[in-house]
Every structure is written in structure tokens, then in C-alpha cells.
């Protein structure tokens, strides 16, 4: 069993930068793939950025690319999602998400999923 909990949203300005984390608890959590997902109100959950297990292999939703970076840190069992030059169209409850590889979370076949932070960017 894991649990995910994301910290770090909040209500920022357009523009400005928010880093949001995710602590997972187990022994195990170099062997799964990471990932962010994003719902705003209304619109169905979408996967933003995934990592490899071992932090090597990444991937964006071409919304995000070039202003988002997904990072990891296995010694301390967390996951970091940078976000840079927010946009009101990144508003959104963001998740944290476990899954087998980000293929499979990327079909929203997720292992686990965090409880979400609300990021909500202001024009």
C-alpha cells in the first residue's frame, strides 16, 4: 500500500511559479513511475507529467512543456512538479499518481492516487 500526499498549491498571479510536491509513504517507491494530473471544473482529469522510476525517462502534455518540470527524489520518497509562467488555464485540482510505468498512467491506469491541491492562477 502507498499513500500520496501533494502540498504546495495555492492562489498565485499569472506569471509567477508554484512548486508542488508529493510525499509517498513505502518501501517501494523507486519502483513505481510518478505522475501529475490536473481537473478543472467541468473538464475531465488529464495527465500532465510523468517519471520513470529511476527519474530517467519524463514526459509532458504539450500544454505544460517548456513551463513544467517533473522531478524525483527516491532517497526521500517524493515527487516535484515545478511549474513556471502559470497561466488561469492551468487552474485546476492537481494529483499526485503511482502507477507500473507512464504508459499505463497516461490510459489513467493508476496504482494510487494523493488526495489533490487546488492551484488556482489569476489574469
Known amino acids: 500500500q502507498v499513500q500520496l500526499v501533494e502540498s504546495g498549491g495555492g492562489l498565485v498571479q499569472a506569471g509567477v511559479s508554484l512548486r508542488l510536491s508529493c510525499a509517498a509513504s513505502?518501501?517501494?517507491?523507486?519502483?513505481?513511475?510518478m505522475g501529475w494530473f490536473r481537473q478543472a471544473p467541468g473538464k475531465e482529469r488529464e495527465f500532465v507529467a510523468g517519471?520513470?522510476?529511476?527519474?530517467?525517462?519524463?514526459y509532458y502534455v504539450r500544454s505544460v512543456k517548456g513551463r513544467f518540470t517533473i522531478s524525483r527524489d527516491n532517497s526521500k520518497n517524493t515527487v516535484y512538479l515545478q511549474m513556471n509562467s502559470l497561466k488561469p488555464e492551468d487552474t485546476a485540482v492537481y494529483y499526485c499518481?503511482?502507477?507500473?510505468?507512464?504508459?499505463?498512467?497516461?490510459?489513467?491506469?493508476?496504482?494510487?492516487w494523493g488526495q489533490g491541491t487546488q492551484v488556482t492562477v489569476s489574469s
Open positions: 499518481a503511482a502507477g507500473a510505468t507512464i504508459v499505463t498512467m497516461s490510459n489513467l491506469r493508476v496504482d494510487y
Open positions: 513505502g518501501r517501494t517507491f523507486n519502483t513505481y513511475a
Open positions: 517519471i520513470s522510476g529511476s527519474g530517467g525517462t519524463t
